[in-house]
């Protein structure tokens, strides 16, 4: 028998994908926004929650759940399949040189964009979920990137969602209050 407090965490994966060579692709907005896009694709298909996200010049991280019978390395597959299909395109046509710093020779692809397998790990405890996106959240404040001067200031992020509830990102759904949060009222 399930207690309700693991039931809610089933799944929950806190997820880093991270690109070759740790080189700045994600850097323009539009390669950012290729994977807002990916996940809004996913989250109306219904196949997972997105909780939290922030995108960085060379990787990303995610907070989300699978849902139903969705299985995790699917999902994965299909979004950096189809993020890399993006980026290639737009690459191809706007920056051919830059595409060729991410040309493999492998007998199922000629470019690779992001390290193989992003890195997932299991969230099992309320705590650490709210750990993992304090983390994500702070990410671009960090020395090393100094992208924004405080986590709701930095685009693409989840951060606005949690302090001021901006909708900038429909896809996204509160941890804690779910689709239920947008109707609370502010205290």
């Known amino acids: 028998m399930r207690f309700d407090f693991q039931y809610r965490f089933i799944d929950v994966y806190f997820t880093t994908a991270t690109v070759k060579n740790w080189k700045y692709l994600l850097r323009p ?7 807002t896009d990916s996940l809004t694709y996913l989250v109306a298909e ?6 939290a996200f922030v995108i960085m010049p ?6 989300w759940q699978m849902r139903a019978e969705t299985c995790l390395s699917h999902v994965q597959q299909r979004m950096m ?10 690459l191809r046509f706007h920056h051919p040189l830059v595409l060729e710093h991410f040309k493999v020779e492998r007998k199922d692809r ?17 705590d650490v979920v ?15 990137w100094r992208l924004a001067t405080s986590p709701e200031e930095y685009l693409f992020s989840s951060a606005g969602f949690y302090s001021n509830r901006s909708r ?20």
């Open 168 to 187: 900038q990102w429909p896809f996204l759904t509160h941890f804690w209050y779910g689709d239920d949060w947008s109707d609370l009222t502010l205290q």
């Open 81 to 90: 399949k189809f993020v890399a299909q993006k980026i290639k395109s737009d």
């Open 46 to 51: 219904q196949s997972v929650w997105v909780y």
């Open 110 to 126: 000629h470019y690779q964009f992001f390290k193989e397998k992003p890195l997932s790990i299991p969230l099992y405890q309320e």
């Open 29 to 35: 907005d539009k390669y950012k926004q290729i994977i």
């Open 58 to 63: 060379n990787h990303f991280h995610l907070i």
């Open 130 to 144: 709210w750990q993992k996106m304090e983390y994500i959240h702070q990410n671009p404040l960090q020395p090393k």
